[in-house]
């Protein structure tokens, strides 16, 4: 309604200062492409990093073709489904909430895909609290913390309404902390002079490659993200390879790999019980596991 009451000469003004996006998105997608005049508010100017990413803003590259229905109507990716579900799983294990979480499509059947897969995948039982997944024409005007894109198209026969700028507009534009975009990149250059020069910054900057980078928040490894199986291998529990270490309150050390998620006090600890009996005629050593001994002095 608004852009027909513009187009018909109905006086407007255009906002200039943004408070949503993080300031990478706005210096290499905006600003150059769709509002040359914006200002970031100093709001967006202490969003901190995504945790576990090395970037906030990311295009990431594949080369799987795309599928199609019968009718050619709508079109889908498997491919995409899977990178983008591993990363929304990398991201939870972050600490990221599931419903901080927005999946953007730019077609109904990879809407549809994407939907299924994350009920497949996760196990959410308050819908409230679920990875909203949605078209790109849905979203207009919301806005979340992560916003991923899938835009699917890989095929031959042009890119269809991705060559519509308002709707490109709202697909990059929805994202406030971290936006990772997935595609066929070099096919859309091809395809369309404007995503060639969208890409052309990114590339500039590092911040467009088929290689996803992620960052250990306890080491600081940087790791790389080619295939979606990538993430369990490299990144079992969400942090680098290297063993936890963190001292357990029974006195015995974290065996795990790496995990950001502090959450050694529900731990339970496998290891041979350390005590010792309190008599010190026996001093016996104790036959349990550290956690069968927590269990039983927490039923006494």
């Not at 979480?101 to 994350?118: F, M, P």
């Not at 002079?193 to 290689?211: D, G, H, P, R």
């Not at 490299?234 to 357990?248: N, T, V």
């Amino acid at each position: 309604m608004f852009e027909r009451l513009v187009m018909n000469g109905f006086p407007y003004t255009t906002l200039k200062v943004q408070h949503r996006m993080n300031t990478d998105i706005t210096k290499n997608i905006v600003r150059p492409y769709f509002y040359p005049d914006i200002i970031d508010s100093e709001s967006v100017m202490w969003y901190p990093p995504v945790p576990g990413m090395d970037k906030s803003c990311f295009f990431w590259v594949h080369e799987v073709r795309e599928s199609t229905t019968s009718d050619a109507l709508s079109r889908w990716n498997d491919h995409e489904a899977k990178m983008i579900i591993g990363l929304i799983s990398y991201l939870k294990k972050q600490g990221i909430g599931f419903e901080e979480i927005t999946v953007l499509a730019a077609y109904s059947a990879q809407t549809t895909l994407l939907r299924e897969a994350v009920a497949k995948t996760f196990s959410i039982s308050d819908p409230n609290k679920t990875v909203s997944v949605q078209t790109v024409d849905s979203f207009q005007g919301k806005e979340n913390r992560i916003v991923i894109v899938s835009l699917v198209r890989s095929e031959m026969e042009g890119i269809g309404f991705l060559a519509t700028k308002n709707r490109i507009t709202v697909a990059l534009t929805r994202a406030k902390h971290g936006m990772y975009v997935v595609a066929n990149f070099g096919y859309l250059s091809e395809c369309s002079s404007f995503w060639n020069k969208i890409c052309n910054t990114m590339f500039e900057n590092n911040l467009i490659s088929s290689v996803l980078k992620i960052k250990c928040q306890s080491h600081g490894n940087v790791q790389e993200i080619i295939d979606p199986n990538d993430f369990d291998e490299k990144s079992p529990e969400g942090g680098c390879q290297e063993i936890c270490g963190a001292a357990l309150s029974c006195g015995h050390t974290c065996p795990r790999r790496c995990h950001p998620i502090d959450d050694h006090l529900s731990y339970r600890c496998l290891q041979p019980c350390m005590k010792k009996c309190k008599e010190e005629r026996f001093r016996h050593q104790c036959q349990r596991l550290c956690s069968e001994v927590k269990d039983l002095l927490d039923l006494s």
